[in-house]
């Protein structure tokens, strides 16, 4: 019992601290879910046709990821992070560590976000992606 209220304590933080908990009416591109896997998206410039991996959840580009996640997800955010933004101490590796948050923190800041390590929707719109191809854009 004592595990129980402790572990439900614990997510009950995490997911205070990410903006979840007390959520009603939430809008409808919230992110409400955590990431999964990639979807390939277009990004601007380049010859129009290239196609960057972007963190999804199912079908859908609103998902949120932090520290202690891995997957193709957390690739594509080092890959961001490292190519588009040159920040060198970020591996490739796919696992979000505390270096993968420290220096998407850093890039948070510099684009004026809140800079609080999580990856989100507001994160996924002003971030650089990096194509196929190796050039870095935005989302449309």
């Given at each position: 019992?004592?595990?129980?209220?402790?572990?439900?304590?614990?997510?009950?933080?995490?997911?205070?601290?990410?903006?979840l908990a007390g959520m009603t009416a939430a809008p409808a591109n919230a992110a409400?879910?955590?990431?999964?896997?990639?979807?390939?998206?277009?990004?601007?410039?380049?010859?129009?046709?290239?196609?960057?991996?972007?963190?999804?959840?199912?079908?859908?580009?609103?998902?949120?990821?932090?520290?202690?996640?891995?997957?193709?997800?957390?690739?594509?955010?080092?890959?961001a992070l490292r190519h588009c933004y040159g920040r060198t101490k970020v591996e490739?590796?796919?696992?979000?560590?505390?270096?993968?948050?420290?220096?998407?923190?850093?890039?948070?800041?510099?684009?004026?976000?809140?800079?609080?390590?999580?990856?989100?929707?507001?994160?996924?719109?002003?971030?650089?992606?990096?194509?196929?191809?190796?050039?870095?854009?935005?989302?449309?």
């Open positions: 019992m004592l595990r129980t209220k402790a572990a439900l304590a614990a997510g009950v933080t995490l997911l205070a601290g990410l903006g409400t879910h955590w990431c999964n896997k990639t979807m390939g998206d277009f990004i601007n410039g380049g010859n129009g046709h290239e196609l960057a991996q972007i963190p999804a959840y199912n079908s859908t580009f609103d998902c949120i990821t932090g520290e202690g996640a891995s997957g193709s997800h957390v690739t594509a955010i080092q890959n490739v590796d796919g696992h979000f560590g505390p270096i993968t948050e420290a220096e998407l923190m850093k890039v948070q800041a510099r684009l004026d976000l809140r800079d609080d390590g999580v990856y989100g929707p507001n994160t996924r719109d002003k971030l650089k992606w990096r194509s196929s191809t190796g050039h870095c854009a935005t989302l449309p």
